[in-house]
Each structure stands twice: as structure tokens, then as C-alpha cells.
């Protein structure tokens, strides 16, 4: 699959989203739009890196007072010079590690697509959400008919695509320890829906955070000259 087809899939669950976000004040007042890439879909330089996230945070909904709205890639990878704290804390990380080129070599994006102000509230969206028939409805389509955890599926086949045809990443970093278990534990590991995605484990590492702020991280820069090693 091409990225177009799946911008198209995330696109039309943007929209029911919408929908049923004015007939539920709760689910309005917590959802914050939809993005999908934070930098380029290529990069030039090799080993090519994907950069993995939880979900599209609020900043872009505090800022502006609107959910965001953004289907296509970014113009660049967003880290090299944000103004915010994850940015800041990203750049003094790879300076600690002695690797701030590997700037050049990010594709990042989430795992899921949709923002809301932090996890608690993402696994509020995520209850009302599978429980909302006109929700369930477009996700069978687009999930061949599969029932069960909807916005986790589609999650699921999303990052399989883009892991295994759209961006075949040489390794994968994953933001916090909650994105590298839920990558590992329900995406790689887990396939009770048949939507597996088959990449090696070995090249998954992940750093520490708390909110916006990197922990531990020696223990992170360690992880990731073995995998430059191994490379």
C-alpha cells in the first residue's frame, strides 16, 4: 500500500471521528485532530530511522483553538529546530549520545494518529469510540470486517503499513516505554486478528520519558551505539 491509500483510510475515520464528536461533548471536548507525519517520508541518509510516538498530542489545539488537521508529511523532521520542550529534550539527547547527525536520518510519526491531552483521556476516546456504532461501521470496512478493538486495529494495520511498505525503517525508536510495549506486546507479538507485523525485536529500542522529559539518558545512548554496532 501506498501512503496516499493510507492517508485515505485515516482521512475517512478523521471524519466519522468529527461527527460523532458533535453528537458526544465528552468525546469533543478530548479530541484534538488528527496528524500523521512529523517530518519527510524519505530521508537520504542511511541507517533510516523511525521515529514512534504514542499519539498526536493538543499543542497544535492550544495553540489555535481548532483541532488540526493534517494528512500529509512533513516539510521536515519537526525536532531539528521546535520550540518545545520534547524538541529540546530530542536535540539534547542525540548531543549527549555524540549522534546529532542521525537528525538527518528521522522519519517520525505516532502510533496512533489521533491527539488527545494525554493517555488517560486517549483510553477514554479510544472506550467511546469502539462502543459507537457509526464508528464500528467505517472501521469493519476498512478492517475487512474484523470486530474486537476498532481504533486498535486500525492503529495495528497502520503502522504495519507504514513500517513494512512505506517507510522499511533499518531500526525503530520508540518514545517512552508505553509505545515500545504497546509496539512489541500488541503489534508484533500479539495476533489474535490476524494483522501481525513482522519486523525483528532486535531492532526496537526505546528511551524513558515522563511527559516531555527523557529519562535516563546514559542508559539510552548505550542502547543505541549497540544498535548503530550491530548495524
Given amino acids: 500500500m501506498k501512503y496516499n491509500e493510507l492517508k485515505e483510510e485515516v482521512i475517512k475515520v478523521h471524519n466519522i471521528i468529527k461527527e460523532i464528536a458533535e453528537e458526544n461533548e465528552k468525546l469533543k471536548k478530548i479530541f484534538c485532530g488528527t496528524d500523521i507525519m512529523y517530518s519527510p517520508l524519505k530521508c537520504k541518509e542511511n541507517p533510516k530511522i523511525l521515529l514512534l510516538g504514542y499519539n498526536t498530542g493538543c499543542g497544535y489545539f492550544n495553540e489555535n483553538g481548532k483541532i488540526i488537521e493534517d494528512f500529509e508529511e512533513g516539510e521536515k523532521f ?77 492503529a495495528k494495520r497502520w503502522t504495519k503499513i507504514l513500517i513494512e511498505d512505506i ?15 504497546n509496539l512489541l506486546k500488541q503489534f508484533i507479538l500479539y495476533d489474535s486478528y490476524g494483522i501481525q507485523i513482522n519486523y525483528p525485536l532486535e531492532k526496537v529500542i526505546y528511551y524513558e520519558r515522563t511527559y516531555s522529559n527523557i529519562k535516563n539518558k546514559e542508559n539510552f545512548c548505550h542502547k543505541l551505539d549497540e544498535i548503530l554496532n550491530n548495524y
Fill in 78 to 154: 519537526e525536532y531539528i529546530d521546535g520550540e518545545y520542550i520534547l524538541a529540546n529534550e530530542y536535540r539534547e539527547l542525540l548531543n549527549l549520545c555524540n549522534k546529532t547527525e542521525l537528525m538527518k536520518h528521522i522519519i517520525k510519526s505516532n502510533i496512533y494518529y489521533f491527539g488527545t491531552a494525554n493517555v488517560d483521556e486517549f483510553k477514554t476516546f479510544m472506550k467511546i469510540l469502539n462502543n459507537n456504532e457509526k464508528f464500528q461501521e467505517v472501521a469493519k470496512k476498512i478492517l475487512g470486517g474484523k470486530s474486537g478493538n476498532y481504533l486498535n486495529n486500525l
Fill in 167 to 181: 517507510v522499511k525503517p533499518d531500526f525503530i525508536i520508540c518514545e517512552g516505554k508505553s509505545t515500545y510495549e
